[in-house]
Each structure stands twice: as structure tokens, then as C-alpha cells.
């Protein structure tokens, strides 16, 4: 289905962009260099290299090609082209790494993929508007459900009222290899915002239903899983600071033939930023539920986020969070971070932030993924993460991330319980936009 979706909206963007002289095609994109040094992985010093790579130092390419058509008024389209970051002198062919159970990862395919091919439609006479194809995408503020990065395949049905929008949407997060949707994961919202002034209210209610059992996961032989998520969110302003907030709240359940799994999940994430100058200042404070010992029920926050950074560089980004995987975002985190961005001259800034991370629920786990064998503990760590932008020119920027984890208890996995080493990284991207 999701293939004969994009060929449809390809065809129709070829269609839309040869149809008459009034049709505005316009094409743009950008070239990536980027060079890496992620190191201590396993946040073991002693070891070797245990199930992974301890230290990885790489340069790699990417580039992509963006088709935008506007035909009229009330239609329009897009088609992105790219080959995502490949490193240098490699010929494969890509496909999820590192992608986890409950990972949104759009970028899946063959050298050159699509990454975006819609449509955004008026219907005539009517104040109906239709987004159809493959597109980046996220729920409220990006904490629940994400696919900023490769994209996913949706329907999106909307309409603005006044100052009100309202929207359904239609998200295929996995197509199984069965033509019905025995086997699929769909994500369907009903969503509506506000805006009053500067602030915006929104209200999301979304359903997961996964048939192929890679996010709700019950005893036995599996049935169905489904999954609700109520969102509630705030983007505005309180006096001179910039807030964005979100509250989202689970419920549902996963049947198996020898029992059922109960989704007790919640988050609440709160940013805030301040500018001052030639100075911004910015905090966050966010906690998402984990799974508590005992229970039978699922009480961690179900995230579905794409494989990209989402706050930290290290903790999250690169090594399993207390969740036990990668790119869950909040699950089972409580953190706090204090930063600030300084405009240092007219073409570079630099930032730093300062997160205070801790486990929702005690865990002990290894950053290679599954369990440790040390004492379960709350202590997830500290982590310092810096960066330097410079815009060497319009349209070339040179910029620089730096990362450094410093673990808590929470990572003794080592026999003897020997605390865990600090991991650090540093990221270089040299980007030309055209």
C-alpha cells in the first residue's frame, strides 16, 4: 500500500509541475560533511570492546534534493530526494540502524530515497484541506510521536476555523508483509488547537494499533494491541519567556493467549527559553513514567520518536537510556537541564546546557543494551553538552556538538559493581544550502 502510495504522489507531482506555466516549481536542498568521534561507549575504560565498538571515528556525506510545486492556490506538493550520511567510500545501501522497538524510522531503502512525496490539497468550494504521502511529521511538541527524519506515510484531513484548526490523521508506522493490515502499526489522531494571541491550546487523542507486536507486547501468542495517548499542550508565552509544554496520558492494552498487558504510561515535558540580549537562556523539566517492579502492568511511557537526537547528546542519543534503548525520549527519565545560548559575533554563536538525569524508576542497565548486574539505582548522571554554530557564509554553515556523559550508579554493569566510565562525543557538520 505505502508503495503505491508514493509512486501515486510522485506521478501526481510530475503531473502538477507540467500542467501549465502558472504552476511555481521551485528546487533547493543541501549538501552535509559531517565528522564524528563518539568514544567509551560502554562506559568501561578497562574493557575492550564488548558486544560494540568502544570508539568510533568516522566522516561521512549526505545530500538532498528538494521538488516543491505549487500548481495554485489550494494545491501544492513536494518531493525530497535523498541518500541519508554514507561514509566515505562506502556503497551500501541503508537501512535501520540502531532502530529500536518503538523507533520511528522512515529511511529505509536503497541508496537515493524518497524521504518526502505529498500532496496538499483544497477541496473545492469547501474549507477542507488534504495532506496525502509521505511526510515529516510529529504529534504536539514532538514527545510522543516524532518522524522529523525519514519521514512516514499519512492521510491528514484538516480544517481551520477562525483562530481554531482541527485535523485527522492517519499515520503507517509499519507495513507487514500482508496486504490486509493484519501485521501493520498504525498511529490514528484527532487532534484540534486553539490560538489566542500569542499562545496556542492544543487537545490530541491518538490510538496505536499494532498488529505486528513490536511496541505492545503481551504474554503468549499475540492478538492485538492497542494503545491510547490523550495529549494536552502549550506553546506561548509568560511574560518574556517562550514556554512549550506537554502533557500526555496512556491507557489501553495488548491481548496474548496466556494473558494481557495494561499501558499506564504518562509524561509531562516543560520548556522554557529567554532572550536577553545578545544572551538566551533556556531550561527544561521533564518526567516520563518507567515500569515499576512488581507491577503487571506497563506503567512506562510508550514513545514513538525517530532515530535522531531529541535532547541529549550521549544519554539518550547514543547509548541506552533507562528505558533500555535508544531514541525513547522522556521513558522513564526525569531530567532537568539549565542552559544558554550566546550570539558571540555576527556569524557564531555558542551554547551550553547542563542536564541532570535520574531514573523515574530504579533500573540498573548496560549501555550496550539489556540489563546490567549491578544494584538498581536512580542515578542516571550528569551530562554537558556544548555547541558551536558558524555561518561562514548565507548559505554555509560550519557547525560543532560536543557532548560528555558522566554516569551515575544507575550504570554499574561490571562484575564488582565497578562504576562506569564517562563517554563523550564530538560532531562537526559542514552544510551548504541551495
Known amino acids: 500500500m505505502k508503495k503505491l502510495l508514493v509512486v501515486a504522489v510522485v506521478l501526481a507531482i510530475a503531473c502538477l509541475s507540467s500542467v501549465a506555466l502558472a504552476a511555481e516549481v521551485t528546487v533547493n536542498g543541501n549538501v552535509d560533511v559531517r565528522s564524528r568521534l563518539f568514544s567509551n561507549y560502554d562506559l568501561n575504560d578497562d574493557a575492550g570492546t564488548p558486544g560494540d565498538t568502544e570508539s568510533r571515528t568516522y566522516t561521512e556525506s549526505r545530500y538532498m534534493l528538494d521538488i516543491n510545486v505549487k500548481a495554485s492556490d489550494t494545491a501544492k506538493a513536494k518531493l525530497s530526494l535523498w541518500n541519508e550520511h554514507f561514509a566515505w567510500g562506502s556503497t551500501r545501501t541503508f537501512a535501520s540502524t540502531g532502530n529500536t522497538a518503538g523507533a520511528v524510522d522512515g529511511a529505509q531503502g536503497p541508496a537515493v530515497a524518497v524521504r518526502e512525496a505529498w500532496l496538499d490539497i483544497m477541496l473545492p468550494d469547501m474549507p477542507i484541506g488534504i495532506k496525502a504521502g509521505k511526510q515529516v511529521m510529529q504529534n504536539a511538541n514532538g514527545w510522543f510521536f516524532r518522524s ?37 502499526m498504525d498511529l490514528y489522531t484527532a487532534k484540534g488547537a486553539m490560538k489566542m494571541g500569542d499562545n496556542t491550546f492544543g487537545v490530541e487523542l491518538s490510538m496505536l494499533k499494532d498488529n505486528n507486536d513490536v511496541v505492545l507486547v503481551a504474554p503468549g501468542s499475540q492478538n492485538d494491541g492497542k494503545l491510547y495517548n490523550l495529549g494536552l499542550n502549550f506553546n506561548g508565552k509568560a511574560g518574556p519567556a517562550t514556554i512549550k509544554a506537554e502533557l500526555d496520558i496512556q491507557s489501553g492494552e495488548a491481548k496474548g493467549s496466556t494473558g494481557k498487558t495494561k499501558y499506564k504510561g504518562n509524561q509531562i515535558v516543560v520548556q522554557a527559553s529567554m532572550p536577553m ?65 550566546f550570539q558571540a559575533a555576527k556569524s557564531v554563536s555558542v551554547s551550553a546546557d547542563l542536564w541532570f538525569l535520574q531514573a523515574t524508576e530504579d533500573v540498573n542497565v548496560s549501555p550496550l543494551g539489556g540489563a546490567g548486574v549491578g544494584a538498581a539505582d536512580s542515578d542516571l548522571g550528569i ?28 550504570y554499574k554493569y561490571t562484575a564488582g559493581g565497578k562504576d562506569p566510565d564517562a563517554a563523550f562525543g564530538i560532531q562537526g557538520v559542514l552544510a551548504l544550502t541551495f
Open 148 to 184: 522529523n527524519y525519514g519521514g512516514s506515510e499519512a492521510w491528514i484531513v484538516y480544517t481551520k476555523q477562525g483562530n481554531n484548526t482541527f485535523a485527522l490523521q492517519d499515520v503507517k508506522l509499519l507495513e507487514g508483509a500482508n496486504i490486509t493490515s493484519t501485521d501493520d
Open 277 to 341: 540580549d545578545k544572551l538566551t537562556l533556556n531550561a527544561t523539566l521533564a518526567r516520563g513514567t518507567g515500569s515499576k517492579s512488581g507491577s503487571a502492568d506497563e506503567d512506562e511511557i510508550v514513545t514513538l520518536l525517530d532515530i535522531t537526537r531529541h535532547y541529549t547528546m550521549i544519554y539518550e542519543y547514543r547509548i541506552a537510556g533507562a528505558a533500555g534503548r535508544k531514541y525513547a525520549g522522556f521513558a522513564n527519565t526525569t531530567a532537568l537541564n539549565v542552559g544558554a545560548k
Open 383 to 410: 551530562e554537558l553538552d556544548a555547541s558551536i554554530n558558524w555561518q561562514l557564509a548565507p548559505n554555509l554553515s560550519w557547525n560543532w556538538d560536543f557532548g560528555y556523559f558522566m554516569p551515575g550508579d544507575a
